[in-house]
């Protein structure tokens, strides 16, 4: 204590906190000129000590404050302290940096005609509320933005409802009804945008590791394009490196949701010319292949000044193309953040007038043709298929009469037969006195909601309990997922399904208890008709897939009935589930249906025995095509 004593009485706390202190002191006489300053212009300013001595401060303000600087500076000769003056002060390299100063005159205590002026940096500050600023207006825009986008599809919707009650003639009502379509497809994208975002931001967005044909992707991206890029006289090609490996792993559905915004873009912004998609091997690990994809237009082109802010959120390059074009602002953002998230890179380049090209970068790992997705769409399933769901006794669970009609009319069409209930109390009492082939539930009801349903279904006795359950949700993020699979669900539909979404689920799930009983094992002869076709009967793709099968198979049988006898089911179905895509490829359609069963009863483990029974019988499936590949001399 008496060294602080003694400290304090010399006043040697005097070069801490003055001269070395991190605040600027200067001491400037009435008219201005600087009398002292601290060592601390250096660091904030650039200025050596002493080096602004005799200077005049007014000389080092940014002129076009001066005149408001210096009523505030002859307002604090007047005062004993004034406080909170900002103001812009000369550095050492020719820039300005803002400082606030607090004063003390010395008028008032020592009779001298100066002021003690203590300044801090507040550059950050002044740039951080321009940045809150700047960022406030953005999302005001943006909501102003959204408003208007969802206004419009949901005005031509509720117009073209009203004069399709006006009797209108068979052209009108089909002019009509595409519009309404168009519309609702159109209110669908900027809900997904808004959805997307709020799950990335969150940290909720999860990306799949499966084998997809980048080839086949594009080409599919591509189609989906070719009308509009037709009507506005637009060429739209892609070309693709050979060198890229046929089978990668990875998340398509979110590279096609990447590609989809940024020909979207291209095509919205170019009014003549072409757009080209080029896909490049940019680097070969031999385990990994990153990939580039450049989509370049010849359209308007972006303000090099604008090209930094393009991918923030809610924000486009200028207020006049929202006016112009239409849009949230989000497309780009999102893009970005797909891109990031799987550790890729996203790079534009654009000249005004000639054109621009958005480059994305993304890693992914090779893979082999065991891997390859299923890529057929259900609708272009066989006849037979839409055959099976004639008679389906479905149980509709929903609340609202909109989605009640949607569901029940196209099970209609498929000559299904429906019952309906508007809660889980009234699904659990029409469970327990009739039969049903499956239940399509809704999430959140009125009286019980559709966990809770599900859960009182799953602890009644067989076979109800054995019924599959799809939650209808529009809350479709991993985590809602994840929950619904917990309760005792056996799959989802996210809101608004498509009717395609839902033949898919009732193909896969329409006649559980009817297959269930169908255990004898099966020596099916290989088909190797669809492989052929989608080949182009391309005899070294052929041999390949089947050589690949002949491979792989008898390690996963043994691996599979090793998982089995130690009734690791996790394990168990990931390796059905590998190798499923592979048995539509070699024509096996009724192995590949077992892997499905096996893969329903393995989540609900409702029924062990059917299925250690249902799992032997695939291996004995597997086992017979093997011994077909060797007869014909694989």
């Known amino acids: ?27 400037v006489d009435y008219d201005g000129e600087i009398l002292y300053h601290n060592n601390s212009v250096e660091e904030t300013l650039g200025h050596k000590p002493k080096s602004l001595v005799g200077k005049k401060l007014f000389d080092l303000i940014l002129p076009a404050t001066l005149n408001q600087f210096q009523r505030e500076y002859k307002a604090s000769t007047r005062k004993r302290f004034n406080e909170s003056v900002e103001f812009q002060f000369l550095c050492k390299d020719k820039s300005y940096k803002y400082l606030e100063f607090n004063s003390i005159n010395l008028k008032h205590k020592e009779g001298i005609n100066a002021l003690i002026l203590d300044c801090r940096d507040i550059t950050q500050r002044k740039e951080d509320a321009a940045e809150l600023l700047r960022a406030q ?74 084998g997809f044909n980048l080839n086949d992707l594009l080409h599919t991206v591509v ?16 070309a693709l490196d050979e060198r890229i490996s046929k089978v990668l792993i990875g998340d398509p559905f979110r590279l096609n949701q990447i590609l989809i915004n940024l020909i979207s873009n291209a095509l919205k912004f170019t009014h003549d010319g072409h757009i080209s998609i080029n896909c490049q091997l940019e680097r070969n690990t031999g385990k990994t292949q990153s990939i580039k994809i450049d989509v370049s237009d010849t359209g308007i082109g972006i303000p090099a000044d604008k090209l930094n802010r393009i991918f923030e959120s809610f924000s486009q390059a200028d207020a006049s193309v929202t006016r112009k074009y239409g849009g949230t602002g989000l497309g780009l953002t999102i893009v970005k953040q797909l891109v990031e998230l799987q550790k890729g890179s996203i790079t534009v380049n654009s000249i005004e007038e000639k054109g621009t090209t958005f480059s994305i970068v993304i890693p992914y790992t090779i893979g082999n043709t065991t891997e390859l997705e299923e890529k057929a769409s259900v609708f272009n399933k066989k006849q037979n298929e839409l055959s099976n769901l004639k008679n389906l ?45 499956i239940i399509l539930m809704d999430i959140q009801m009125p009286v019980m909601d559709g966990f809770e349903a599900t859960r009182a279904i799953k602890k009644s006795g067989a076979p109800k309990n054995q019924i599959p359950i799809i939650a209808l ?157 060797k007869k014909l001399g694989y």
């Open 473 to 629: 949700t529009a809350n479709s993020s991993s985590k809602d997922i994840e929950k619904c699979l917990a309760s005792g669900m056996n799959d989802c539909i996210a809101k608004p399904f498509t009717p395609e979404n839902l033949f898919g689920i009732l193909i896969k799930y329409g006649r559980f208890r009817e297959t269930q009983q169908a255990l004898k094992p099966e020596n099916e002869t290989i088909d190797l008709s669809y492989l052929k076709k989608m080949s182009n009967n391309d005899k070294e793709f052929v041999d390949e897939i089947i050589n690949s099968f002949v491979l792989n198979t008898p390690k996963a049988i043994k691996e599979i009935k090793s998982y089995l006898n130690s009734e690791n089911w996790i394990k168990m179905e990931e390796q059905v589930h590998k190798i499923k895509p592979t048995l539509t490829m070699i024509g096996m359609p009724l192995a590949r249906e077992s892997a499905v069963e096996i893969e329903i009863l393995t989540r609900s483990q409702s029924d062990i025995e059917t299925l250690k029974r249902l799992v032997q019988k695939f291996c004995a499936s597997l086992e017979s095509a093997l011994d077909q590949f």
């Open 393 to 437: 006794r479905i149980l509709l669970a929903e609340d609202n009469d909109i989605n009640r009609l949607y569901a029940t009319s196209i099970l209609k069409m498929w000559e299904c037969t429906a019952d309906i209930a508007e809660n889980g109390y009234v699904a659990l009492e029409k469970v327990r006195n009739n039969d049903y082939d």
């Open 223 to 238: 189609d989906s394009f070719s009308v509009q890029s037709t009507q506005k006289g637009i060429g739209l090609t892609y």
């Open 137 to 210: 207006k953005a999302k005001e825009q943006f909501l102003a933005n959204v408003s208007h986008e969802i206004r419009t599809p949901i005005n031509g919707i509720a117009g073209m409802a009203t004069l399709l009650s006006q009797n209108p003639t068979a052209k009108e009502q089909a002019t009509y009804l595409n519009a309404i379509k168009s519309a609702a497809e159109n209110l669908k994208v900027i809900i997904n945008d808004i959805l997307d975002l709020a799950s990335i931001e969150s940290g909720k967005l999860n990306f799949e590791k499966i």
């Open 1 to 27: 204590m008496t060294a602080i004593r003694e400290y304090v009485k010399k006043g040697l706390f005097y070069k801490s906190v003055v001269e070395d202190g991190s605040d600027i002191i200067f001491i």
